[in-house]
């Protein structure tokens, strides 16, 4: 089975800096696109930067210019440069990725979306 863990959440100043990272782990054949969502209380989850397989990333407009998204193939890992942080990126913050699973023996299974628990990011003086 596939796990997404995300790790760097907590709780910093308005102007400071986080790095967030989600590691992905199971039968992984592939990993496709990766991305990071966010999730304010009482809001709608929403997308804040994803990035390809290849490296083209893309932004939400409420974060471009201050995150930097970016992933590790090697490691199976994404990553989120959170810079100038607001009150307003207060959110829980949640990793998501396309994986392909299977074994060395078998063809690997079409590529499924999975989830991860999320971290709280908290922004605040």
């Known amino acids: 089975q596939v796990q997404l863990v995300e790790s760097g959440g907590g709780l910093v100043q308005p102007g400071g800096s986080l790095r967030l990272s989600c590691a992905v782990s199971g039968n992984i054949i592939s990993i496709y696109a990766m991305a990071w969502y966010r999730q304010a209380p009482g809001q709608q989850r929403g997308l804040g930067a994803g990035v390809t397989k290849g490296g083209s990333t893309n932004y939400a407009n409420s974060v471009k210019g201050r995150f930097t998204i970016s992933r590790d193939n090697a490691k199976n890992t994404v990553y989120l440069q959170m810079s100038s942080l607001k009150p307003e990126d207060t959110a829980v913050y949640y990793c998501?990725?396309?994986?392909?699973?299977?074994?060395?023996?078998?063809?690997?299974?079409?590529?499924?979306?999975?989830w991860g628990q999320g971290t709280q990011v908290t922004v605040s003086s």
């Open positions: 998501n990725a396309d994986v392909s699973t299977g074994t060395a023996w078998g063809p690997p299974a079409e590529a499924s979306n999975y």
